[in-house]
């Protein structure tokens, strides 16, 4: 299957390094889909300056929550989030700048505690 990808962002800046190659920043919303109709979201998430900023999310290709995090500055932060494909939580974890921090929690697809 084919990805597509949609990126709504404005061109904030181009540095010729050479006459034959540019660096490109990006800012804006980018999203990506599980089809080619853009009807099954499969993330979403923005971009300032070429790094992933605020809240990150994925999606099954049911359309339930795969993956939410929050990133600062390209780095996540705060409390990582993963689910079954049924919507129950999979796994909860703290990060900070890219690092976990804390109690690591695991769940079963009912939602039980599996591991902590």
């Known amino acids: 299957m084919t990805e597509t990808i949609t990126i709504g962002c404005e061109l904030s800046e181009i540095t ?8 490109i920043i990006f800012s804006g919303v980018i999203r990506t889909y599980h089809d080619e109709e853009k ?59 890219d690092k976990r921090n804390g109690i690591f929690k695991s769940y079963y697809n009912n939602g039980q505690l599996c591991l902590k």
Request: charged share 25%; aromatic share 14%; glycine share 6%.
């Open 16 to 23: 010729p390094s050479d006459k034959n190659n540019f660096k």
């Open 39 to 97: 009807t099954q979201l499969k993330e979403e998430y923005f971009i300032s300056d070429n790094k992933k900023e605020g809240i990150y999310k994925s999606y099954h290709n049911n359309g339930q929550l795969n993956v939410e995090v929050n990133y600062i500055d390209g780095k996540m932060n705060e409390i990582y989030k993963s689910y079954h494909y049924n919507g129950q939580l999979n796994v909860e974890v703290n990060y900070i700048d």
